[in-house]
């Protein structure tokens, strides 16, 4: 399969859009760096709790969350593996699959 990139550590859907990133880089950031469609208010401050996500595959390799970050997710968003990207950092090892639900994207968003 020619194109396909196999060298990465972190992927989005529905995008598909991937790349590589050293541990500890903010999860917020490296969708800004790869163009991924994310609905944001306050910028990746952890203030807003609208760049949801649904961590698909890693969620192990993942920190436990902050208080800050349990309070603007649901009990049921937490069970169905729900982080905020702005609050997640890339793990020491392992490949993130990550899904944007509608509701996080900008595309979604209207007036």
Do not use: H, W
């Not at 760096?33 to 890693?58: F, P, S, W």
């Not at 902050?66 to 729900?82: F, G, I, Q, T, V």
């Not at 990550?98 to 968003?109: D, F, H, T």
Request: aromatic share 6%; charged share 30%; hydrophobic share 40%.
């Amino acid at each position: 399969m020619a194109g396909i990139r196999t060298d990465y550590n972190v992927v989005f859907f529905p995008s598909g859009l991937r790349g590589t990133f050293e541990p500890g880089t903010n999860l917020f950031e490296v969708a800004m760096k790869l163009g991924v469609d994310i609905a944001t208010i306050c910028g990746g401050q952890r203030e807003c709790g609208k760049c949801k996500v649904i961590i698909e595959e890693g969620l192990e390799l993942l920190g436990d969350m902050l208080p800050s970050e349990a309070a603007m997710l649901s009990d049921e968003e937490k069970r169905n593996k729900y982080r905020l990207l702005c609050c997640i950092e890339m793990p020491e090892d392992g490949r993130l699959v990550i899904r944007v639900p509608e509701s996080s994207r900008l595309g979604a968003q209207r007036l």
